[in-house]
């Protein structure tokens, strides 16, 4: 659903593409895409960006309040709503987060047949259930989006998918070789938090022996990306 590669490229594209169309899709993925350059530190027209999403918002809602019994534009359905999630969810542009409201969008997505955005909808509602307020807090439905979200190939999924067989996320079950097995190919493409769950099992030895050296790579590559909880171990591990 998301172009991979270079990002100042994909916005030139996908600039060109909603000056010449008008296409909500195109201006969604420019303003996402200026969102990820933003994040990384790099330079961008902030205001523009705003901008951008707030007029996308609008042309989301129309096309994912459509009835469509036609199969192409009902993926366009699809789409929208599951760009309408993320909206919501993150808070971009002016709108404000709004769990409720990313609930219901990347549940109406759920019906579509494109993996990707199923990837998304099950990974992004399992973080709603997850970090939600108690009233809306449910660890059981958000274990059981992060698995189905896993079993769809998100690298996301999977690293709390690990996190949550470690921990018995919801009552399930703990199962440190399967937190293992999600965790580790987390791990190999790079998810700092993955790489900081793994760290805590060489180093406490959960469902392995111990290996305070290994699991301290883990931490340093976990804390260079950014990762609060590595850093903040690693500062602890290194007062002993």
């Not at 420019?30 to 790099?42: D, N, P, T, V, Y």
Request: hydrophobic residues 40%; proline residues 1%; aromatic residues 14%.
């Amino acid at each position: 659903m998301y172009d991979k590669g270079n990002t100042d490229k994909a916005i030139e594209l996908y600039q060109k593409a909603w000056d010449k169309y008008q296409d909500p899709e195109a201006l969604f993925k420019l303003a996402f895409h200026m969102q990820i350059m933003e994040e990384l530190g790099k330079e961008i027209n902030k205001k523009q960006k705003v901008e951008y999403f707030d007029i996308v918002k609008p042309l989301l809602l129309e096309v994912a309040n459509k009835q469509e019994s036609n199969q192409l534009y009902l993926q366009n359905v699809y789409e929208a709503q599951c760009f309408l999630g993320m909206i919501y969810y993150h808070g971009y542009g002016t709108t404000k987060v709004d769990i409720k409201s990313t609930i219901k969008w990347f549940e109406k997505s759920l019906f579509s047949e494109d993996i990707n955005i199923l990837r998304f909808a099950n990974y992004y509602l399992g973080e709603c259930y997850f970090l939600a307020s108690y009233k809306m807090k449910d660890d059981k439905k958000a274990f059981e989006y992060f698995i189905k979200s896993a079993e769809l190939g998100s690298i996301l999924g999977m690293s709390k998918a690990g996190a949550g067989y470690l921990l018995g996320l919801g009552g399930v079950k703990k199962e440190y070789k399967k937190a293992f097995e999600y965790l580790n190919i987390a791990v190999a493409k790079g998810i700092a938090e993955a790489q900081y769950i793994i760290s805590t099992m060489y180093i406490d030895g959960l469902g392995m022996k111990k290996d305070k050296k290994r699991g301290i790579e883990y931490l340093e590559l976990s804390a260079k990306q950014g990762y609060e909880n590595a850093i903040n171990l690693l500062k602890e591990l290194n007062k002993k």
